[in-house]
């Protein structure tokens, strides 16, 4: 699965391989998966793409707009792409996380 991933961002940079922040954003969903390959099948998510999360950053900059300019850091932009994928936010994660509780019968009586 994750080599499904890097294929199709792969194939979309290719696409759009003048588009600076299409490569900045591929490039950082292709560390990302490599990282956690267990969140490979978010990027493979239909009508998911590299554009719609740039999308994504767009609308969430305008909202936050101070004198007419929205402006987002990498961290807050890469957050941004994440949850358009779906990946659980890392909050999330640890809520999700199994509690295993180690206790015998004689630490309870």
């Given at each position: 699965?994750?080599?499904?991933?890097?294929?199709?961002?792969?194939?979309?940079?290719?696409?759009?391989?003048?588009?600076?922040?299409?490569?900045?954003?591929?490039?950082?969903?292709?560390?990302?998966?490599?990282?956690?390959?267990?969140?490979?099948?978010?990027?493979?998510?239909?009508?998911?793409?590299?554009?719609?999360?740039?999308?994504?950053?767009?609308?969430?900059?305008?909202?936050?707009?101070?004198?007419?300019?929205?402006?987002?850091?990498?961290?807050?932009?890469?957050?941004?792409?994440?949850?358009?994928?779906?990946v659980p936010s890392k909050?999330?994660?640890?809520?999700?996380?199994?509690?295993?509780?180690?206790?015998?019968?004689?630490?309870?009586?």
């Amino acid at each position: 699965m994750i080599q499904q991933a890097l294929q199709k961002l792969q194939q979309e940079m290719a696409a759009k391989s003048k588009d600076a922040y299409v490569q900045h954003v591929g490039s950082f969903l292709t560390g990302y998966v490599r990282n956690h390959p267990e969140h490979a099948a978010f990027v493979l998510t239909d009508g998911k793409t590299i554009i719609g999360s740039l999308n994504a950053m767009k609308e969430e900059a305008k909202k936050k707009q101070s004198n007419g300019v929205g402006v987002l850091s990498d961290q807050q932009g890469f957050e941004i792409v994440l949850k358009y994928f779906g990946v659980p936010s890392k909050q999330e994660q640890v809520v999700a996380a199994p509690v295993e509780l180690k206790a015998s019968l004689d630490d309870l009586l």
